[in-house]
Every structure is written in C-alpha cells, then in structure tokens.
C-alpha cells in the first residue's frame, strides 16, 4: 500500500477553508494533518472536505485557538488525544490506518517570545509538553508509526535563514533543539523530510511581518514529518510546498509532504 501524506499549520481551517479545498483538489495527499484549526470539530468544514473525497476525520478543537485535524480519502479509526503538561489545549490526535500505521499529529505549544521560562510562562509550558512527550514515548515505544506537525522548533542549523542571529530566538535555542531530539530519541523517530533532503536550507514558515516573505525568505522548519525506525525506509518524496505561502489569504506556514510505501 502506497499512500501520501502531508501536514500543516492551517491558521484557522474555517477561515482557510479555501485553500484546504485547494491543495486537496490539487495536490490530493492521502492524508492531511492540520493544525492550528482554531474551530470546534463540530465547526470544521466536514461537508466540503467530504465532497472533495475525504469522508474521514479525527479532531480535537478549542473555539479559538489551538485545534489538530486528521483528514483522510481512506479509512482511519481514532486511537486517542493526550494532553501534555495538563493544558487543557487540543494539540494531539491520533488515527491508525486499514494498514496498521498510526499517525500522530501534534500542534507543540510556540512558548512565546523570550526563551526564558522563569520570565516566561509560555516558554515553561513548551519544554514541559516536550519533556512528557519525551516520557510518554519512553513508557510506549511507538511501532510502525508516523508522526506529524507543526512541532515549532527548527533544529538544524540549515533549517532556519540564520543560524547564529536565531540561536537566543525561541524555536531555535539549544534548550529547545536539546528538548526536541530528546523526543526523537525516545521514539527511535526518523526524520523523514531529512531522510529525503539531507542537505540545504529549507523552511516551511515565513513571517507574516515580512512585506515581501519571498524575496526576504527568512524561514524556518517547523513542520515536521517522522516516522519510526522500522519503516523509516518506507519514506519518499519529501518536499515543502513553498508555493502555497503565496495562495491567497494564506496560513504562515507551507505544507510539508511525504509518501509511504508499506
């Protein structure tokens, strides 16, 4: 079985419900794991994303803010949603596939501006959810898993427009990239994306600040594909679709894709 796979930070998926229809229509990933969807699941756009082929969903959603979405043209059964450092936030769910692959799709709190939890609650709240995410891989050790999104760190040097102007910039600082690949190792995770494109700047963020976002390109790699030591190998095709950054009424983030063969 062959399927595709891409996640991203939608910024709200009723506002962009537009562009969800677009990317679907023209792109046609097997699966999509939004983030961000600040709607309650009831809310969610369901009936157009059924009439676009993608009859099935997992959701947790806040009226708001945060939210996480698993849309899907094949068959997925909820598996369930965890709440790291007892926010109370929707930030994860998770789906398993007819085949036995269970997706995980995590929206990691952004943790503020100043990477310093004593002065900065926000910043606390993000190490914390790292650090359970971290144990909880340790008690269950995921297997032929996949994990999915916005994880709002870019841990390599190639994966930000400036390694040395972004070191004391939260989602780069070494606390965070420290917190981040302690995650990984936990759950024996492959960086799929990396796997794929081992070399070179590459970005799925661009500020909305930035007047001319292209010209400027000063990203990040937040968005994150990974999957589990013993299909790893199973990875292909990875890539950003930088494009979409420029759809109209578009989400700060670009989608990030990858294929599976298992």
Known sequence: MTFSLATWNINSVRLREPIVLKLLAEHGPDVLCLQECKSPVDKIPREAFNAAGYTHMVARGDKGYNGVAILSRLPIEEVGAED?????????VSARLE????VHNFYVPAGGDEPNRERNVKFGQKLDYLTEMRDWFHAQKPEKSIMVGDLNIAPREDDVWDHKKLLKIVSHTPVEV???AQVQDAGDWVDITRQDIPEGLLYSWWSYRAKDW???????????????GDIAQAGH???????????EKPSDHAPVFATFDL
């Open 99 to 102: 085949n036995g692959v269970t």
């Open 214 to 228: 292209d010209a400027a390109d000063k990203g990040r790699r937040l968005d994150h594909i990974w999957a589990t």
């Open 84 to 92: 790291f450092a007892g926010l109370g936030h929707a930030r994860h």
């Open 237 to 247: 095709s990875s890539h950003v679709l930088r494009d979409a950054r420029g759809w």
């Open 178 to 180: 420290e917190h981040l």
